[in-house]
């Protein structure tokens, strides 16, 4: 008869999600995040709008409709989450998200002739009526954008 071998236990360290970035003082933090199903094709946005101690401003969701993959759900985030900014705050607004591609709209026009060039107008048109700072997050880090997207 022969005995089997166990294989080792391995054991992984507890991964320790990173905290949400706060914004200088005087800034507020826009966390936005989009989703995309290839499977049935649907998409929403959510987005959520805080101050440097952490307290909630706004914090929406939205369906988006005739999306066409997930960059340009980002994107739609992206616009969506601004224009309420703009409604709820007076202060420069640090705009995180975890997509970078999404976030160089912000730094560009590198997409206004693309499929998603009437987004990217709508952006740059809101640009103009606040400072809008791009910054860069990890996925761990959005994660409430990230929940009130799906």
């Known amino acids: 008869m022969q005995l089997r071998e166990e294989a080792p236990l391995i054991q992984h360290a507890a991964v320790v999600p990173q905290p ?16 995309y199903s290839n499977s049935d094709g649907s998409a929403a946005a959510g ?10 401003i706004f914090a929406a969701y939205s ?3 005739n999306c066409n993959d997930a960059l ?21 607004v640090i705009v995180q998200s975890d997509s970078s591609e999404a976030l160089l709209v ?8 693309s499929a998603y060039g009437h987004l ?8 103009g009526e606040r400072e809008f700072i791009p910054s860069k997050i990890k996925r761990d880090q959005n994660r409430v954008a990230d929940w009130l997207a799906m």
């Open 63 to 65: 369906c988006i409709f």
């Open 47 to 56: 987005m959520i709008l805080r101050r440097t101690d952490g307290s909630v």
């Open 20 to 35: 949400w970035p706060r914004p200088p003082v005087g800034c507020v933090a826009l966390s936005v995040d989009g989703a």
């Open 72 to 92: 340009e759900a980002e994107i739609h985030a992206l616009m969506q989450g601004m224009a309420l900014a703009i409604q709820h705050s007076e202060l420069p």
């Open 120 to 127: 990217v107008a709508e952006i740059q048109f809101l640009m």
């Open 106 to 113: 912000l730094k560009g026009d590198n997409l206004s002739r």
